[in-house]
Structures are given as C-alpha cells and as structure tokens.
C-alpha cells in the first residue's frame, strides 16, 4: 500500500520540544521552563478577555488594526509598519517560506533559537549554526557563512536559551557586512528585560534601510504566552509581503483584546523587570554560592551549567521531584546546562534550596 508521503524537508525536522508543564502523581507544579513572566497575566487583560467571551462567534479583524495602532503608540513607530502574528513564531515561518526556500541558506548561530531551524528547513533551506563565542552569537562567523545563496540571517538578541546580548555596535556590523539582499531579522522576544542603555531592538536598523526585520512578543514580558500574539516591525515590502501569506485572521479575537489590554495597563513593565533582574541575580549567586556554574543572562531566564550532561540530568530529575519544572538543553546542544526561568520570590526561593540540597547531597 502507498501511503501519502511528506516533503523530504519535512520528515528531516524534530520537532520543537516545549517547556514541559506536568509532573505526574505532584500536584503543585513551579513551571519554570518556558520564559513565561513571574506576574500571570496583567489584571486588565484578563479583564478584556472575559468582556470578549459574548463576541467569540465574531470573526477577528483581519488586519489587527486597533492592535497594531496600539503597538504604534506605545512603541512610536507607524502602525503600517506593524504585521501581528499568532505568536512571532507565525512570523518566523513566513519569513522562512517568503525569503529561503530549496537552493537558499538561512543563518543562525549555534545556540540560537530553534525554530530558526524548524521553519527554515520545513521552508526547503539549508540552515547553517556558526560557532560562538562565550555562548554569545559570533558576527565574524556568521559573514564568513554566508554566500551567494544566503537568504536570511535570524539573530535573537537577547539570546533564548543563553541569555547573551550582541552590543549594538556587533549588531550594526554584522548589517553592514552583510550583502543588501540578505533579510537580517532581530528577534527582539526579550527587548524589555534589557537595561544596557546602548541597546536597540531593532527599530534603527528596519529604519536604515530595506532588508532588516525586528520580531516582539506578547509572550514574554507582557504575560500572554497563551494567547499567541506576536508582531512584526519591517520595511513596506517585507510588509507588504507578510500580508499576502500570513493567516488572514492569524491573531483571535480575544488575542487582540488581551494584547491592547496589556499594553495599557499601568507600570507593568516596569514592575515586571525590576522583579526579573533582582531575582535572577539572588538566584544566580544563590547557585554559584553552592557551587554551580550560570551563565550572565539579561533575559527573564538564565542558564545554570553543570559540566556535564549526566550532572544536569540529575539536577534536572531532583528539582522534578521537588515539583519544580526547568528546561533541560539537549535540543539546543548544551546537555550540560539547564535553563531556569526567574519566577516569583517565593519560586526563586525553592529553585535556589533545592539546587543547593542537590549540590550537597545529589
Ligand atoms: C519565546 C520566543 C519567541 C516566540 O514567541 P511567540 O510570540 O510566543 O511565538 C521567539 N523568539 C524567541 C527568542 C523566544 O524566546
């Protein structure tokens, strides 16, 4: 019997391994695996996504208007330069499929984020990891991959799972050594979390000029992983070409309510960072005061190394049994490592007495 077959491509993908959210037979979980934010979700948002319930036989707004003049305001920059997303993940695999495609190469580094990988692939690219330095992306090794058949080059900055940031000056040479028909995309996921005041997530870049692309997330800071909306700031072309491809009412109805909602609610930001850099810094000297290694991060995560893979397999299966859920790094080629996500103080509390009882009895 013949049965339908998938694309090559396809069948060459593994498929994205997700923050895992259960433990069986342990009833209170600390889910500290996916990078969501320490608050839940913002109080006005949950207001707006119950106020929407009587309207969800309504179809959303195609274009995500409302959405994307609030991601203007807030943001100062033209709404008709925004495209949301169900997620920055949509955006990703439509960049992919637009731009790459069978014969083409897409870039990242090796400690990138892994859809990179997925949607490149699953679009018929190549995709090529170059090395890094220090875990932090390596501008010199990404110009020396490229050739006449790359098309795309994808930099998260913040880096998801390193939590590494290329300084602005690394990021502007890398665009400037790049040919002008490479779409250079900034995956700006964690923008909010950095304080450097040198940083840009990628607004002067699409500005500059016609090939650059900066991808954000209501995921992260603003506590809406579960609502899928991500967004887009790009030159009128790479708009312009989104548009035609992308799910025509991609963001849902009580998505787009949310994400206005959050956006307006007051000072929830600010709180939100202030609470993820003091937290992550305790925790992170709390591990190493016990012994364990972790990387500097400026993210809402960071990773803590344990020199070996068999090493963190145990840290990993000991925090599981105290009920506290991180992210192990197999996937991403660091088996020695594990990626903690900054929660609530109580959370970081149990994180760092479980690795230090770990450290001294595991
Ligand atoms: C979480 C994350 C995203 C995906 O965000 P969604 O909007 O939830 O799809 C994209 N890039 C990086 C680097 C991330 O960590």
Redesign the pocket.
């Known amino acids: 019997m013949t049965a339908p077959r998938p694309r090559d491509d396809v069948m060459k993908i593994h498929a994205y391994v997700g923050g895992e959210s259960k433990i069986p037979g342990v009833n209170r979980i600390i889910k500290l695996s ?2 969501e934010g320490a608050f839940g979700p913002p109080q006005a948002a949950q207001a707006a996504f119950a106020r929407v319930a009587a309207e969800i036989h309504r179809y959303p707004d195609g274009g995500s208007v409302e959405l994307r003049r609030a991601i203007g305001a807030r943001f100062g920059l033209s709404p008709e330069r925004i495209v949301c ?6 955006l ?1 695999q439509h960049l992919c499929l637009i731009y790459g495609g069978p014969g083409t190469d897409i870039i990242m580094s090796l400690h ?2 892994s ?1 990179y990988q997925i949607a490149g692939t699953y679009a018929g690219s190549r995709v090529l990891k170059t090395p890094e330095r220090n875990l932090t992306a390596d501008v010199d090794a990404m110009l020396a991959a490229v050739t006449a058949a790359t098309r795309v080059v994808f930099l ?1 900055n ?4 390193t939590g590494s940031l290329l300084p602005q000056s690394e990021v502007e040479r890398l665009r400037r050594g790049l040919p002008e028909d490479v779409l250079l995309v900034l ?1 700006a ?2 923008a909010e979390y950095v304080t450097d005041p040198a940083y840009d997530a990628g607004t002067k870049l699409v500005d500059a000029g016609e090939n650059t692309v900066m ?1 954000r ?4 800071v603003f506590g809406l ?1 579960g609502m ?3 967004w887009a700031y790009a030159p009128p072309a790479v708009v312009d070409a989104l548009n035609r491809v992308r799910g025509v009412f991609n963001v849902n109805l009580a998505a787009q309510a949310a994400a206005v909602a959050a956006l307006a609610e007051p000072g929830w930001v600010e709180r939100s960072v202030a609470h993820t850099t003091e937290w992550r810094e305790w925790l992170r000297a709390a591990l190493e005061s016990a012994g364990i290694k972790t990387w500097p991060s400026v ?1 809402n995560f960071f990773l803590a190394d344990f020199a070996t893979a068999e090493r963190a397999a145990a840290a990993n299966a000991w925090l599981k049994a105290r009920g506290i859920i991180v992210r192990a790094m197999g996937s991403y080629d660091l088996p020695h490592c594990l990626r903690i996500t900054v929660g609530t103080e109580e959370e970081c509390g149990l994180v760092a007495d479980a690795l230090k009882d770990f450290a001294a009895h595991g």
Not at 85 to 90: I, K, N, Q, V
Not at 158 to 161: A, D, I, S, T, V
């Open positions: 996916s990078n997303g169900t997620g920055s993940d949509e990703i990138g984020f859809m998260a913040p880096n998801n799972p995956d996921a964690y991808l997330t209501f995921s992260k992983g899928r909306v991500g993210g």
